[in-house]
């Protein structure tokens, strides 16, 4: 599209509130890509894009995808732009081109690495037209706005552009069906020692072929539709992945991937599967883009994951583990709790997972807690169970029907209450589990509980345990 006045007034008027707001003090906010797009409803349209353009979206993982793959990046010497701290829908990608752009929107940068909310791709993409898109996953995620897995399906295959070079999974039938006359590149992780081959979710959105509607079979399925399948009626498989991870040790926390020129070791932040998912998609994005894979891994051995998503501290003997569940979304929600019952030890495991955003502006729906899976809560190595924040009892009566038995569980409406009902005299390890838009109030409770952790006597086996991480 061709720039015109509209779109030069509504620039300067942004680029006139961010001043502004850096002069108050704000900052990482999409304020002015909001004000740019009110302007010039096809803003980004015209806006010029830089000469190459990376995106990565998908239900789950994209931001700490988003965020390894930009650190890799800068330790290479790039200089790009990326929205990481603004928000990923159109108006914080709209912002963090007016930030990197001169007067008149030229780009001030060659290179562009943007995390792209997946039903936002409408907005997005026709206008972005990425070189290069990974996609993670897809799967089921809040009921109000993403629907389903096919909603989300037909909208990229809608708009991803035809000149889009992708990276995808191989294991998610559903992502590596997309735009099928795409160029691509696909990821993958085969079964691994100790693995059980059939897990026990309740929510499996791929039971039949995509393509021609018959029963499936399956190699293997890892958790929900992830795992390899092939439909014996009109022969639809799995792909086979160029990137393909072969060993995990968990003690070095390294994985082996498997390339089209030969194995690769890649060090982990963390080894647990979602997070080697993470990790398998941001080296093959890196290698597609072009970098060595050697260099890759040098570069990933620097790396960690942001503390908002994942963060672990030993405090007198004991683990306090923070993992991000994401309320309203099941998948999510599920291998949160499936990561607290693999967890070696006696733990004890706290539940933030009301959408505090979302019951700010309308009802939130509850659904969603009867397709995850909280049954992984119900172990004989789990003691206790605290559910806080305003739909505590929903929680409550989820966690029962999970089976789990109401000695071990305590609920209260106020989550800062929950640190002090927590009982460390049996447990090594806790996990809080909470939602999106409670990382401030996270963050507040584990300051309450490594007071409470340091004030208490060790347990006996904590060292012991401790040594197991991840």
């Known amino acids: 599209m061709k720039r015109n006045l509209r779109f030069y007034f509504a620039l300067l008027f942004a680029k006139g509130t961010a001043l502004v707001l850096k002069l108050i003090g704000r900052k990482g906010t999409s304020m002015p890509g909001s004000w740019a797009i009110i302007l010039c409803p096809d803003f980004l349209g015209r806006m010029p894009r830089p000469k190459t353009v990376i995106g990565i979206t998908g239900t789950n993982g994209k931001t700490t995808v988003s965020n390894l793959v930009e650190d890799v990046l800068a330790q290479c010497g790039y200089d790009f732009t990326c929205n990481r701290a603004g928000t990923n829908v159109a108006t914080g990608v709209a912002s963090s081109l007016i930030a990197n752009s001169t007067l008149f929107g030229r780009p001030k940068k060659e290179l562009a690495v943007f995390e792209l909310d997946e039903r936002s791709a409408p907005r997005i993409l026709p206008y972005l037209k990425p070189d290069l898109l990974l996609c993670t996953n897809i799967f089921r995620d809040s009921y109000k706005r993403n629907a389903h897995v096919e909603f989300i399906l037909d909208i990229l295959n809608q708009y991803i552009p035809d000149s889009t070079r992708l990276v995808l999974n191989a294991d998610d039938l559903l992502c590596s069906s997309l735009k099928p006359h795409n160029r691509r590149a696909f990821f993958g992780i085969d079964l691994l020692p100790g693995e059980v081959p059939e897990p026990r979710n309740l929510v499996q959105?791929?039971?039949?072929c995509p393509q021609c509607g018959s029963p499936l079979e399956w190699e293997f399925r890892r958790y929900h539709h992830i795992g390899r399948a092939r439909c014996?009626?009109?022969g639809l498989a799995s792909p086979v992945p160029a990137y393909r991870v072969t060993a995990l040790d968990q003690h070095s926390r390294r994985m082996t991937v498997q390339g089209v020129d030969g194995p690769q070791d890649f060090p982990l932040p963390n080894t647990n599967l979602i997070n080697v998912y993470n990790a398998l998609s941001a080296v093959a994005l890196l290698c597609e883009f072009g970098l060595p894979k050697e260099r890759v891994a040098q570069c990933m051995d620097k790396l960690t994951i942001v503390e908002s998503r994942y963060n672990e501290v030993a405090v007198n003997g004991r683990r306090l583990v923070l993992h991000l569940a994401k309320g309203q979304n099941p998948i999510a929600c599920s291998q949160a709790c499936a990561s607290a019952r693999l967890c070696p030890g006696k733990k004890a495991v706290l539940?933030?997972?009301d959408d505090a955003h979302?019951?700010?502006h309308s009802v939130e729906n509850t659904a969603w807690l009867y397709d995850t899976d909280f049954e992984f809560l119900n172990s004989p190595d789990i003691l206790q169970v605290v559910a806080a924040g305003?739909?505590?009892?929903?929680?409550?009566?989820?966690?029962?029907m999970a089976g789990i038995p109401p000695e071990k569980l305590c609920h209260m409406e106020h989550?800062?209450?929950?640190?002090?009902?927590?009982?460390?005299s049996q447990v090594d390890t806790l996990f809080m589990l909470y939602d999106?838009?409670?990382v401030e109030l996270s963050k507040q409770i584990k300051g309450q509980l490594?007071?409470?952790?340091a004030a208490a006597p060790a347990p006996q086996q904590g060292k012991e345990d401790a040594s197991h991480a991840d």
């Open 358 to 360: 979302d019951a700010a």
């Open 450 to 453: 490594k007071e409470r952790m």
């Open 351 to 353: 539940l933030f997972l």
């Open 232 to 234: 014996p009626q009109c």
């Open 205 to 208: 959105d791929v039971r039949s």
């Open 436 to 438: 999106l838009y409670a």
């Open 415 to 424: 989550p800062l209450d929950a640190a002090a009902a927590v009982d460390l």
């Open 390 to 400: 305003p739909r505590h009892w929903d929680v409550y009566v989820r966690l029962l």
